[in-house]
Nanobody, 128 residues
Framework: VQLQAFGGGLAQPGGSLRLSCAVS????????IAWFRQAPGKEREGVAC????????YYADSLEGRFTISVDDAKKSVYLQMNSLKPEDTAVYYC??????????????????????WGQGTQVTVSS
């Protein structure tokens, strides 16, 4: 089981970026896939999550509707579309997966300790 995140880079405030998480196997092999981020000196925090079979998505309250998580099963990829970027969005972004033996309810997805599979991070920097 492997997850690989890429697509980070430098963006200006107000700009957009799309991150990709390439999945080995099939996306439906996972119960859920999520994006987390970690800024320097801060704890890793949940950004967005998608339950793969149900198609239910979850977002951190702080995002104010700026980010969208989506999946392309044919491309074995999960995406994070980030719009109206702010300097405080600067962080290393990670994608993570969990299997059906590790289900969650409600906001429990936000806890990074419960995610078993992690990809390497991709740096997002928002600066003018």
């Amino acid at each position: 089981v492997q997850l690989q995140a890429f697509g980070g880079g430098l963006a200006q405030p107000g700009g957009s970026l799309r991150l990709s998480c390439a999945v080995s196997g099939h996306t439906l092999d996972y119960y859920a896939i999520a994006w987390f981020r970690q800024a320097p000196g801060k704890e890793r925090e949940g950004v967005a999550c998608l339950k793969m079979r149900e198609g239910t998505s979850y977002y951190a309250d702080s995002l104010e509707g700026r980010f969208t998580i989506s999946v392309d099963d044919a491309k074995k990829s999960v995406y994070l579309q980030m719009n109206s970027l702010k300097p405080e969005d600067t962080a290393v972004y990670y994608c993570a997966g969990r299997d059906r033996n590790n289900r969650f309810v409600g906001r429990a997805w936000l806890d990074p300790r419960r995610w078993r599979f992690w990809g390497q991070g991709t740096q997002v920097t928002v600066s003018s």
